[in-house]
């Protein structure tokens, strides 16, 4: 570090040529040592482009401290001035790169510059830089090498499906209010990979593009979103989070969602205390919250977080209270990290971190690292995520990740594999308009887990018809719990009326507990089976004709029964349930056990399992109204029972 500590230099400031595409200077200095480049938005719109470093921050070294070493100005700098410092990339959770340069090459309004800063010592050095940035101004870059990029995949569908599913039991729990889960798409690269961000950023026109090479790997980031920007003692942070795909409807979706926007508020408010432990007091304020905003193909919440620094803070003080992101973290921060930590498949390496400069004259400015490529060892890789909350629904959580991937790996001429790709599944018109049904339990006059109900039919009606459940349906519920005596069953059934949604809420007696289940399986049929369908036809057939049908998906995985979700006991008590999907409806009963086990510190998993492990343990189903009834028999082969076990199960549902 002593290379820059310390250092004296004056600020040189030349220009070179007129404009031209930053692109194509990109591509005409490909073999460049230590080559990056920012293109877009950043310091005040243009491009900025750096190669032989100074110095390379080393292995193991904090990069958030190296910031602290910086030349000191000897003579005043011109306004608005670059000139060098720290380039690179701060990674959420793996190796950092940072580099720090004493010159740049810098496209502004009118040209391009060659900025320097400029010690005794670099004087002749720099001349030649600043002839040889002329000279590569005035070149063409060579022939195209092209690339070409494999399908995309790697990431297991079933693995993030679970993974949204642990968020919100953390969520649930109170652990965290929003959890950012992320997960990795991967294939075979070869061929330049300037080309491949030139051609990404032709493509996109993201804000904050950047072009990063280290020595075992590259970073190609097409980032929309500001991290943090600080001039002088004046802070600013742009958090996104909230997305919809530009479609039809899309934005106005977006707009509408209460979700989207409860998860950017929680951001904003996280960032708010982020700088506010650095900021002076009454100094943060919101200039903007909740813009829809247009970004890589698809639809965005954006808002703003402002502040003024005190006078002694640093901008490693200032990373230190803000990185990560909170936007790709989750809310409270420390929290949501471990959650993100403990659920997702393995690290995320530089994407989510942050990627920029930090310059001892500009100041700093970092984008977020998302919709970000990283290239090596032969293989090109994207990290895809979204924000959970408690109303999360898994399925849509992996569309909104492959929502997100889609214009990226188009632009990039590139396609998700088979097994990652997951085409929409669009209701039947006869499940649409037969509507939704929620079936209760009610004791002595209180409806058992009434408010995870109507967050279930709540979710259903605004996704399946764009409207809430109507504004008397809980009025119709409680009026009919209290005629309720003993053990009753409330149904209630929400059913569109031309523009509008009608509910009706009827009163039953329940009915005796079921025996054991003798179950038969049967192939899932076709459709979207994760909302609850009043229309009941085919599922009542399948019962005359098995008794308890337990459905099976193509690949032999597990499902439900046609009355609730199916659970596996492992020998040493464990309790195992398949994930959440578009053939499996979000059992009520069934979170509320996940809910239980973790509650009683119960082992606990969701994950696929068939038939044959379904045969090798003790298994039952969940419903609202029966909670958990024992699983005897499979196609007439009988399983290990632990009866006694679930009861006591059965008898901690009715409690909660």
């Keep these: 570090m002593t290379l820059v500590d310390g250092l004296v230099v004056r600020p040189v400031s030349e220009w070179l040529a007129p404009v031209s595409d930053p692109a194509v200077v990109l591509r005409s200095a490909a073999g460049s040592t230590g080559l990056a480049a920012l293109i877009g938005a950043w310091a005040g719109g243009g491009a900025l482009l750096v190669a032989a470093p100074l110095l390379v921050l080393p292995g193991g070294a904090d990069p958030i401290d190296a910031l ?91 693995r993030h499906l679970a993974a949204v599913e642990e968020a919100i039991e953390a969520v649930r729990a109170g652990d965290v209010y ?19 961000f030139t051609a990404a950023t ?14 075992d790997s590259t970073l190609a980031s097409l980032s929309p979103e500001l991290f943090l920007r600080r001039r002088g003692r004046e802070v600013r942070s742009e958090p996104i989070k909230g997305t919809a795909p530009q479609s039809a409807g899309g934005e106005a979706a977006l707009r509408q969602s209460a979700k989207d926007a409860a998860e950017n508020v929680m951001i904003v408010d996280l960032f708010r205390n982020d700088l506010g432990s650095v900021a002076e007091t009454g100094s943060v304020t919101v200039p903007e919250l909740l813009s829809v905003q247009p ?72 984008s977020v690292a ?31 990740c492959l929502h997100k991937a889609t214009p990226l790996l188009t632009a990039v001429a590139a396609r ?76 209630a059934i929400v059913a569109p009326v031309g523009r509008t949604l009608r509910g009706t809420v009827t009163l039953a007696t329940a009915g005796a507990r079921p025996e054991p289940s003798a179950a038969r399986t049967v192939l899932r049929p076709g ?63 069934r979170r509320a056990l996940l809910d239980q086990a973790r509650d009683t510190g119960r082992r606990h998993s969701v994950r696929p399992f068939g038939s044959d492990e379904l045969l090798a343990n003790a298994a039952f189903w969940t419903s609202s109204v029966s909670l958990a009834v024992p699983i005897a028999a499979v196609d007439g082969v009988a399983l290990p029972r632990r009866d006694a076990e679930i009861a006591q199960l059965a008898a901690g549902l009715a409690d909660r």
């Excluded at 493509?203 to 990063?212: D, H």
């Excluded at 596996?568 to 578009?582: S, W």
């Design 178 to 196: 929003q959890a950012n889960v992320c997960t990795r798409l991967a294939g075979a690269f070869e061929g330049s990979a300037p080309e491949l």
């Design 202 to 215: 032709a493509a996109l026109r993201p804000a904050y593009g950047a072009y990063i090479e280290s020595a």
């Design 295 to 366: 970004h890589t193909g698809v639809w965005q919440l954006v808002s703003t977080v402002s502040a003024q620094l005190r006078a002694e803070v640093t901008d490693a003080d200032l990373l230190r209270a803000a990185f990560p992101p909170g936007s790709v973290t989750g809310a409270p921060k420390s929290r949501a990290v471990q959650v993100v930590a403990a659920v997702e498949a393995g690290p995320r390496g530089a994407y989510t971190g942050a990627v920029g400069f930090v310059s001892p004259v500009w100041g700093l400015e970092l």
């Design 527 to 589: 459709g979207l089976w994760r909302h609850k369908w009043a229309g009941r036809d085919a599922l009542t057939a399948d019962e005359t004709r098995l008794g308890t049908p337990l459905y099976l998906a193509p690949d032999g995985a597990v499902l439900e029964t046609s009355r609730g979700s199916v659970f596996l006991i492992e020998p040493d008590g464990g309790l195992v349930t398949p994930p959440l999907r578009d053939d499996l409806l979000p059992g009520v009963t």
């Design 416 to 491: 998700l594999a088979p097994d990652v790709a997951t085409p929409e599944c669009p209701p039947t018109p006869e499940q649409l308009a037969g509507g939704l049904l929620e079936t209760m339990l009610c004791r002595d006059g209180a409806v058992l887990r009434l408010a995870d109900h109507l967050a279930r039919l709540d979710r259903s009606c605004r996704e399946l018809y764009g409207l809430p459940v109507p504004a008397n349906l809980l009025d119709d519920l409680l009026a009919a719990a209290t005629r309720a005596t003993g053990r009753a069953v409330l149904r």
């Design 68 to 158: 602290a070493s910086r030349p000191r100005l000897g003579t005043p700098a011109p306004e608005d001035f670059v000139g060098g410092g720290w380039f690179g990339w701060l990674a959420f959770d793996g190796p950092s790169r940072l580099a720090f340069y004493d010159h740049v090459l810098r496209l502004r309004a009118d040209g391009w510059y060659f900025e320097a800063l400029v010690s005794d010592q670099r004087d002749a050095l720099l001349q030649v830089r600043c002839e040889e940035f002329a000279a590569l101004l005035d070149s063409r870059p060579s022939r195209s090498a092209g690339w070409q990029v494999g399908a995309m995949g790697g990431a297991s569908r079933l």
């Design 370 to 400: 998302i919709r970000t490529f990283e290239i090596g060892d032969g293989q090109l890789q994207l990290g895809v995520g979204g924000g959970v909350t408690a109303d999360s629904v898994p399925m849509l959580e992996w569309r909104e």
